[in-house]
């Protein structure tokens, strides 16, 4: 067999080979996304329209009105006031419990690597060890813990265990980011007098914003997509909107609103989908620039 023929069989087999991996690319992300379609195309149909079409017919009529009754008017056991209140619940909720968990993890970090000291390592075996600790075994002890100083069932309690459950995560990834970091960027600011948290602000954070990236978008989703912590740790007002989303769907008062059902999902959904969309390339660099190394 001539050259020619070898490169041109060997082009053949590439292609058939990348069609393939399209072929396989795509029925993943419909399997992904059928669920989905399913779901926004249910929360704008009228009642009517679901009970007459399938569930991937295309609607006859679009209407936003589920929407407005799911934010607003959605019954909740005896509360009919939809989602609102509780979607409000989970952004208080959500941005100190990033933002603490994030700032501690960066100090932990930066701790543990450029500024070690006697029990370090220990200490980060002891922080890794929180990463793989389930949900379940925490919850009578930080319960107990939580009802032992008073904050037992109210919001700043669901933001201590998100917190504390967080910085192990949070942790791992600055500690992996700041050992790809030369040393002597910290040396040449100890020459120059700075102090701990001197060089940590002026000349380790400002070289960290991939890192911060990933660990906003890792403690954003795991956070708001949260149900187990919020349904065991607060009630009644008190809940996040993962919780209150659980609450309308197993809520039945007449006819069953499937279209409002879904569009609370949607509703749900939406913060974390978005931060994907607009955020996922960050969330990829910073994975690239080393932030999960080590």
Request: aromatic fraction near 12%.
């Given at each position: 067999?001539?050259?020619?023929?070898?490169?041109?069989?060997?082009?053949?087999?590439?292609?058939?080979?990348?069609?393939?991996?399209?072929?396989?690319?795509?029925?993943?992300?419909?399997?992904?996304?059928?669920?989905?379609?399913?779901?926004?195309?249910?929360?704008?149909?009228?009642?009517?329209d679901i009970r007459n079409g399938s569930i991937l017919s295309l609607p006859q009529r679009v209407t936003f009105e589920p929407w407005?009754?799911?934010?607003?008017?959605?019954?909740?056991?005896?509360?009919?006031?939809?989602?609102?209140?509780?979607?409000?619940?989970?952004?208080?909720?959500?941005?100190?419990?990033?933002?603490?968990?994030?700032?501690?993890?960066?100090?932990?970090?930066?701790?543990?690597?450029?500024?070690?000291?006697?029990?370090?390592?220990?200490?980060?075996?002891?922080?890794?060890?929180?990463?793989?600790?389930?949900?379940?075994?925490?919850?009578?002890?930080?319960?107990?813990?939580?009802?032992?100083?008073?904050?037992?069932?109210?919001?700043?309690?669901?933001?201590?265990?998100?917190?504390?459950?967080?910085?192990?995560?949070?942790?791992?990834?600055?500690?992996?980011?700041?050992?790809?970091?030369?040393?002597?960027?910290?040396?040449?600011?100890?020459?120059?007098?700075?102090?701990?948290?001197?060089?940590?602000?002026?000349?380790?954070?400002?070289?960290?914003?991939?890192?911060?990236?990933?660990?906003?978008?890792?403690?954003?989703?795991?956070?708001?997509?949260?149900?187990?912590?919020?349904?065991?740790?607060?009630?009644?007002e008190n809940v996040p909107v993962t919780v209150a989303l659980n609450n309308v769907v197993n809520t039945t008062t007449g006819v069953k609103a499937y279209n409002v059902d879904m569009a609370s999902v949607v509703m749900t959904a939406l913060p974390t989908?978005?931060?994907?969309?607009?955020?996922?390339?960050?969330?990829?660099?910073?994975?690239?620039?080393?932030?999960?190394?080590?």
């Amino acid at each position: 067999m001539s050259a020619d023929a070898i490169i041109l069989q060997r082009g053949a087999s590439h292609q058939v080979a990348r069609i393939f991996i399209y072929v396989c690319l795509i029925l993943f992300a419909a399997v992904y996304l059928m669920p989905l379609l399913v779901v926004v195309l249910t929360s704008v149909k009228d009642l009517d329209d679901i009970r007459n079409g399938s569930i991937l017919s295309l609607p006859q009529r679009v209407t936003f009105e589920p929407w407005r009754q799911a934010w607003s008017e959605a019954c909740i056991g005896l509360r009919c006031a939809g989602l609102r209140d509780f979607f409000i619940n989970s952004v208080a909720m959500i941005v100190p419990s990033v933002a603490i968990s994030t700032a501690v993890g960066a100090i932990n970090g930066y701790a543990l690597t450029q500024w070690k000291f006697r029990g370090a390592d220990l200490i980060f075996a002891i922080l890794l060890f929180g990463v793989f600790i389930p949900f379940q075994i925490i919850l009578i002890p930080m319960a107990r813990t939580l009802g032992a100083i008073g904050v037992a069932n109210t919001m700043v309690g669901l933001i201590m265990v998100h917190v504390v459950y967080g910085i192990p995560f949070t942790t791992l990834f600055f500690r992996n980011f700041f050992l790809s970091l030369p040393s002597d960027l910290v040396k040449a600011a100890r020459v120059d007098g700075a102090g701990f948290y001197q060089t940590l602000w002026r000349v380790i954070l400002p070289i960290s914003i991939p890192c911060f990236v990933v660990s906003i978008i890792w403690q954003f989703t795991n956070i708001w997509n949260d149900f187990i912590f919020g349904t065991t740790f607060t009630s009644g007002e008190n809940v996040p909107v993962t919780v209150a989303l659980n609450n309308v769907v197993n809520t039945t008062t007449g006819v069953k609103a499937y279209n409002v059902d879904m569009a609370s999902v949607v509703m749900t959904a939406l913060p974390t989908l978005a931060i994907y969309v607009f955020a996922g390339r960050y969330f990829l660099r910073g994975l690239m620039a080393g932030s999960i190394k080590g």
